[in-house]
């Protein structure tokens, strides 16, 4: 008995023990931990948050007219759990689960039942797969093209996600996710969020089209009207190299560049810049997407508020550039509209880029649907309009690089504004190694032309662009000494600096993306082209003095020497400033209103400058002039507008092109200077100097230069 006690006893005691421990616990629960427990009840009670789309910002040009913005739109919309419906995946996957919960049942019992719970959605399917073709006219086989485009992305998702739970479960710790086996039922088992998403499928672009679908398809489960913006290029063609165009995100390989921002990642459906302007911009003109999230009671738990994108101004004038891009383009207006063309209109004063052409163009509103023929079928899109020739192509200046080869000589005193270099009609065929004169095939030369004006000298040489007297000044100059002249001018290097992006990010606090600019052509001054290029004229290789050859060629505008239409506008905009350097601006900046942050003055002497105003003058206005002619035709000839004309043409045979540059003032100091260069163009005094006096009409007639013609 004795013995029975102490047991009991000790059972006793072992009980009061773990009933303490019950106690205690209890009592912690209650108080210790009865915050976390209530936050953990009320998380099971908040619904998941829900997405709050961004605006993307807007592109603008100078005055203020909006080049590529977003428009309300409206897209009828279908659930995945109707598309599923077109997908034999999701229909094999179906029937496995049916028979897998229903093991008395055979395949064929388990398809029929599985087809009969699930016949009336697809009627609805096809219904509205029907009512998209005819409201919008788009092909059914495109519309069936996009909703098997829907069910592939969506499946494509789900096995990664069954994959990864497969891997992480140990049915394949060594390999990769795509080599992973997953059977189809383990992908419908999935269950991603994206299961149950609506995804567009047209747009329903008229009002007509819109009440029917209203009125036709929203009884439909799964099929919905949402209000969109949409991406719009008021201007269709205009600036299309330059603005660029959006198109759909692709989530795996653009996010990267928000990596640490969920809410600016890209989501099914919402669009990323692709080309021009529209990409380069895009870390400021995409905004990011708020979030509210509210509780099963309908309550609001939070809000993180929507930031739209920030909007982009360009220095374009699209006025401008429309009516230049109407010129180059019209056979009436322009004998060579067939060919390509790059032309390039910039304000001295600023170096603000006022129009940048290059045609053909493109339709910036179909570029997408049009994108692979336009690529890829030069019969219908003949030469090549998605390549900005004004920036991205690159020539050989021919004869408008001489008058920066005559500034080298002057200012390193290889000659003087009278120095005459001859160029006789007895040295009819150049000696080895240099090119002749352009005279010789008219029976002539330019001793004989300018005999009684003071012969072949500086002035002379520019007005009738005589080859042997600069390719034989080219010889005289140190080959380090000719490339450093052409570099101060923006030859060989990149020259169009990228948008400043500080200015703009304000509360989006990005780093990713902020280096990104247009692409644009260095062009060569050298043996060598510097991969990637230089920014120091020190880093650029120098010629070889083996190459003297190539030296007096580049002192034609050819050989070793080739530019960008840009280019050659900016060195000849830096002439016009009076030897002062600017590099051109296409993105405008409030910090900097007249651009002279990369302002430098290259030194150029008050003779030197004057040489070369005066020979460009003379090209002009001057008999034996060579744009004397074509501005005798011209308009700029018969009105008195208050102008001062300075050109110097230029042609090229390997390859084919013919050039434009010069520049326009008036007595009040507003200039404007340009470039042109037309692809297969035989002469620049016939086939580009006439385009450049009606692109400086267009200019004047604008109110960038010059007294408006009366009305």
Not at 53 to 59: A, E, N, Q
Not at 262 to 279: I, M, T, W
Not at 643 to 669: I, N, V
């Amino acid at each position: 008995m004795i013995v029975y006690g102490r047991r009991l006893q000790a059972f006793m005691m072992v009980c009061l023990a773990l009933l303490a421990a019950c106690a205690a616990r209890l009592a912690y629960l209650q108080t210790a931990e009865h915050e976390s427990s209530l936050r953990a009840i009320e998380e099971l009670r908040i619904r998941p948050p829900r997405q709050l789309p961004t605006v993307r910002g807007t592109i603008y040009d100078r005055n203020g007219r909006a080049l590529a913005i977003d428009r309300p739109a409206f897209f009828l919309h279908v659930n995945y759990e109707l598309t599923r419906l077109l997908d034999d995946r999701f229909w094999q996957a179906g029937i496995e689960q049916l028979r897998a919960r229903q093991p008395d049942m055979n395949r064929e019992q388990a398809e029929l039942a599985f087809r009969r719970a699930h016949q009336e959605a697809l009627t609805d399917l096809l219904q509205t797969m029907d009512a998209c073709a005819q409201l919008t006219g788009t092909d059914p086989e495109e519309i069936d093209r996009r909703v098997r485009r829907i069910n592939e992305d969506v499946w494509r998702l789900a096995r990664y996600i069954a994959a990864w739970r497969r891997r992480a479960a140990g049915g394949g710790a060594d390999s990769s996710l795509q080599t992973v086996e997953v059977g189809l039922t383990e992908v419908l088992a999935a269950d991603i969020r994206e299961m149950h998403e609506d995804y567009p499928l047209v747009e329903l672009d008229t009002d007509s089209a819109l009440l029917e679908a209203q009125l036709e398809l929203e009884r439909i489960e799964g099929v919905s009207i949402q209000p969109r913006a949409k991406r719009d290029y008021p201007y269709g063609s205009a600036a299309c190299q330059i603005i660029g165009w959006v198109g759909p995100a692709e989530p795996q390989s653009e996010n990267e560049l928000f990596d640490k921002d969920e809410h600016s990642h890209y989501l099914a459906g919402e669009v990323s810049g692709k080309e021009g302007v529209e990409r380069v911009c895009e870390v400021i003109l995409r905004g990011r997407r708020g979030e509210i999230t509210y509780n099963l009671d309908g309550e609001l738990v939070e809000h993180k508020e929507t930031l739209f994108g920030q909007d982009v101004r360009l220095s374009l004038d699209v006025n401008l550039q429309q009516r230049l891009e109407a010129i180059l383009s019209d056979p009436n207006t322009n004998p060579n509209a067939d060919r390509g063309i790059g032309a390039v209109v910039l304000d001295v004063a600023t170096g603000d880029i006022l129009a940048m052409v290059s045609v053909p163009t493109f339709d910036l509103r179909t570029v997408r649907r049009d994108y692979g023929a336009l690529l890829n079928d030069p019969n219908r899109f003949p030469n090549r309009p998605l390549l900005n020739k004004a920036l991205a192509a690159e020539y050989p200046p021919g004869s408008t690089a001489k008058p920066f080869i005559l500034v080298a000589g002057l200012e390193e005193n290889k000659i003087s504004p009278w120095t005459v270099i001859s160029c006789p009609f007895e040295d009819q065929q150049a000696k080895y190694g240099f090119p002749n004169c352009l005279l010789f095939r008219l029976g002539g030369c330019h001793d004989w032309r300018w005999a009684n004006e003071g012969g072949n000298h500086a002035r002379n040489a520019i007005r009738g662009s005589c080859n042997v007297y600069f390719s034989r000044l080219a010889e005289r100059i140190d080959e380090r000494a000719l490339q450093r002249w052409l570099f101060r001018f923006g030859f060989g290097r990149d020259i169009l600096p990228g948008p400043a992006f500080d200015q703009y990010l304000g509360d989006l606090d990005r780093t990713e993306g902020v280096d990104r600019n247009l692409h644009q052509a260095t062009g060569q001054i050298g043996r060598s082209r510097p991969t990637p290029p230089v920014r120091r004229f020190e880093d650029l290789p120098p010629i070889p003095t083996s190459l003297t050859t190539e030296r007096r060629y580049m002192g034609i505008g050819q050989g070793l020497f080739t530019a960008s239409v840009l280019q050659g506008a900016n060195a000849i905009a830096a002439l016009a400033r009076g030897g002062i350097y600017k590099p051109p601006r296409l993105f405008l900046s409030d910090a900097d209103p007249h651009n002279d942050a990369g302002r430098t003055d290259l030194g150029l002497s008050k003779t030197t400058l004057e040489t070369v105003r005066d020979g460009m003058e003379a090209v002009v206005h001057k008999s034996g002039g060579t744009a004397h002619t074509a501005f005798q035709q011209s308009v700029l000839n018969k009105d008195d507008r208050g102008l001062k004309l300075f050109g110097k043409t230029g042609s090229t045979q390997r390859p084919e092109c013919a050039w434009y540059a010069g520049w326009a003032e008036d007595s009040t100091g507003r200039a404007v200077a340009l470039a042109i260069v037309v692809e297969g163009g035989q002469s620049g005094a016939h086939d580009a100097a006439p385009l450049g006096f009606a692109m400086i009409q267009a200019c004047n007639e604008a109110g960038y230069v010059g007294r408006k013609p009366a009305d």
